[in-house]
């Protein structure tokens, strides 16, 4: 899998006309991201669509970013595994490109996905064990529930709860689509 540092492909972008999509979840993207990136969010990536609409640039690289390069490489495999080979992974993702003071659309900020999973995680176990204790004690099957679903997500790395909250309303750019673009 080809690699790029974000210095390198900033220069590439003063040069002309360069590809970069953004993996991240749209509140991420909304936040903060590369200037010229658009938003295809790594759990509805279809790689396939995104060549199609490519215009006519299908033989060019594609950039691939995301927060520091684990869910852009996720995102490359992805590509690969679909028979596209002119992938190119940015190193360091977002937070490399912010530090080296490139270029950066902000926009609103939103608390991060993994923030909103704990504290709606920690609710839930802390209501189940009120519940259990001042209403009935089967309300602590509520906590259970909850610690069950974190340990299969600690196990699997899949996480239904961040995967629900990122479908909520504040975690969408406008216009309710799954994805933005610049």
């Not at 540092?5 to 509140?27: A, F, W, Y």
């Not at 610690?147 to 790395?157: I, V």
Request: glycine fraction near 14%.
């Amino acid at each position: 899998m080809k690699s790029i540092e974000v210095t390198q492909l900033s220069e590439l972008q003063k040069n002309g006309d360069v590809e970069l999509i953004d993996v991240r979840m749209p509140s991420e993207f909304r936040s903060v991201h590369a200037a010229g990136a658009r938003n295809v969010p790594l759990d509805s990536l279809d790689p396939s669509s995104v060549f199609a609409d490519r215009n006519g640039s299908k033989n060019q690289p594609l950039y691939v970013i995301c927060q520091g390069g684990n869910r852009s490489t996720k995102a490359c495999q992805k590509f690969v595994d679909a028979g596209f080979e002119n992938i190119v992974n940015v190193e360091g993702g977002t937070t490399a490109w912010d530090k080296a003071g490139l270029p950066v659309v902000r926009g609103k900020q939103t608390m991060p996905l993994m923030q909103q999973v704990q504290l709606t995680a920690g609710s839930l176990v802390l209501l189940g064990a009120v519940l259990g204790y001042f209403v009935h004690p089967y309300f602590i099957g509520l906590s259970a529930f909850v610690g069950a679903g974190l340990m299969f997500a600690g196990a699997t790395g899949t996480c239904g709860m961040a995967s629900m909250l990122g479908k909520m309303p504040w975690n969408q750019c406008a216009g309710g689509g799954g994805s933005c673009s610049v």
